[in-house]
């Protein structure tokens, strides 16, 4: 008998929907490719179209879909034109992390080949680590607050708890576990009060993890050495909006946003999407790198942890390296001419043609 997930899928908006077929497509070639396990998969509406559609951008059905499915796949959400009218974004995405309580933003960097990093003329070693971002509370908790510009001062509070730090902090170190056994405190501990609190707490969760070096870098440091030796980090676990920020530095690294993927996971809910944005830029021009959101996809089988899930997850993660190998093989972003769905089938048939 098969086991079956049910997968909530949520498109979104911009290249959202482009993203997400292709991964859906990529999950098919799974479950056919495997045997023995079957995705349900059921499309919800989420994102500022579907607010100009309904009204909200965050349907209270599509919230308790999520709730009951088994894992949930996000394309990506916002139109920079559609905002509240105090002049931010529609962010659901932020708004389900924060329902959810999914407090481990796990973002795997992993360079395929060499020739799609900005340091590939120096000698930097492997490109591999994975930062853990605080992804409920830090500064991000100030997005809901009220505010009074006529008063010529707006305040943003960065919230640090206990209970938020010693999740995440436990998250890193057992994903530090898997690894080469090294976590970084990315923090700013020689300056704000709320980071010498976490590093205080990060130290009391270190001691439950002997056999991982704990350690610390300030975050304007870490910014420079990711750049000049990414290979020095394994895990790295920091505040939200620091996780914000060198995320996207890390994707620079290893080709840009299309390709790196990032899974949200709470204690009982995940949600797996790209790193990147809606990209409004490229939306509707079938352009947009699918490599983000396929690999958010092996995140997903890998934390649904069956068996076949797990050979799932390998089976596209070997797809994307041995599609890279050649260097013909790249979407725009990447400097090549092939397109999302000519993408999404590349990797397709590389999983079937695996023996
Ligand atoms: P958000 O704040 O919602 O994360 P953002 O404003 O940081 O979004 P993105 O949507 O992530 O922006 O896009 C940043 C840049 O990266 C844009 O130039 C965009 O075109 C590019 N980009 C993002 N995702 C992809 C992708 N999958 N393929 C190709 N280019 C992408």
């Known amino acids: 008998m098969s086991l079956l997930y049910n997968i909530a899928l949520l498109p979104g908006d911009g290249i959202g929907p482009d993203v997400i077929a292709e991964a859906v ?17 059921s499309e919800y509406p989420v994102g500022a179209g579907e607010y100009l559609r309904s009204g909200t951008p965050l349907p ?16 990506a959400m916002g139109i920079p034109t559609v905002r509240w009218p105090d002049g931010k974004e529609m962010t659901p995405q932020i708004d389900l992390r924060e329902i ?111 056999d991982v070096e704990a350690d610390y870098v300030y975050v304007d440091a870490a910014s420079l050495f990711l750049v000049q030796r990414p290979n020095d980090f394994d895990v790295m676990v920091t505040e939200n909006m620091f996780g914000d920020i060198l995320s996207d530095l890390a994707a620079g690294l290893v080709g840009g946003m299309g390709m790196a993927p990032s899974a949200d996971i709470g204690d009982k809910q995940a949600i ?66 092939v397109s999302t769905e000519q993408m999404g089938n590349l990797i397709s048939e590389a999983i079937q043609l695996n023996p």
Not at 61 to 75: F, T, W
Not at 177 to 182: A, E, G, L, S, T
Not at 274 to 286: L, N, Q, R, W
């Open 25 to 41: 497509k990529v999950l098919h070639t799974v479950e056919r490719k495997l045997k023995g396990v079957a995705f349900e998969l």
């Open 60 to 75: 209270d059905a599509s919230i308790e879909a999520c709730r009951k499915a088994d894992a949930i796949l996000l394309g």
């Open 100 to 210: 959810f309580q999914l407090y481990s933003g796990v973002r795997p960097i992993y360079l395929y080949n060499s020739i799609d990093s900005p340091l590939k003329d120096f000698d930097m070693g492997e490109i591999d680590f994975v930062i853990v971002r605080e992804s409920t509370e830090g500064l991000f908790s100030a997005r809901l607050s009220q505010s009074d510009p006529s008063k010529g001062e707006v305040c943003d509070t960065l919230r640090i708890t206990r209970k938020g730090t010693e999740r995440v902090c436990r998250a890193a170190f057992e994903i530090a576990r898997k690894r080469r056994k090294k976590c970084t405190l990315i923090d700013k501990a020689n300056v704000l009060p709320s980071m010498v609190f976490m590093r205080k707490i990060f130290n009391e969760i270190a001691k439950d993890f002997p």
């Open 272 to 337: 797996f999407q790209p790193s990147h944005g809606s990209a409004p830029d490229i939306a509707g021009k079938g352009i947009a790198n699918p490599i983000a959101t396929i690999l958010s996809t092996a995140l997903m089988l890998d934390w649904l942890g069956c068996e076949q899930c797990k050979r799932g997850a390998n089976a596209i993660r070997d797809a994307v390296s041995r599609v890279f190998s050649n260097p013909l093989n790249r979407t725009s972003d990447l400097g090549g001419s």
